[in-house]
């Protein structure tokens, strides 16, 4: 059993009725929903910044035609962050959207309720 059902299980007892559940469930989605959606805009931000830097340093390589180890060092370790910052995109954007499915289906549930 997962963590996301045992939390429905919880919630579900301590609801005074079905109605009280859904509309936790629904807003406990729509959080989740926008805490990804925030972390996908940082996750961007990185992104470009660390786009920036490389291209500042290859500026700087092309300037004085050297480039020193550290410099490498220092691109490798940006473009890491840049790929697990897409990766993390992906997995929110994912996320996200199984999340709406779920709150379509909270929403229908709670309407069929009333």
Known sequence: ??????????????????????QD???????????????IKLNWITIILNIIAIALILVVFLLKHQIEWDDIVIV?????????SFITIREYNLKNSLER??????NEKLAELK
């Open 1 to 22: 059993m997962d963590v996301d059902e045992l939390g429905k299980q919880i919630r579900e007892r301590k609801s005074t009725s079905k109605k009280d559940f859904y």
């Open 25 to 39: 469930l629904i807003e406990d989605t729509e959080n989740d929903i926008e805490y990804r959606s925030k972390t």
């Open 76 to 84: 490798i370790i940006m473009m890491v962050i840049s790929i697990n």
């Open 101 to 106: 499915k779920k709150l379509d289906d909270y």
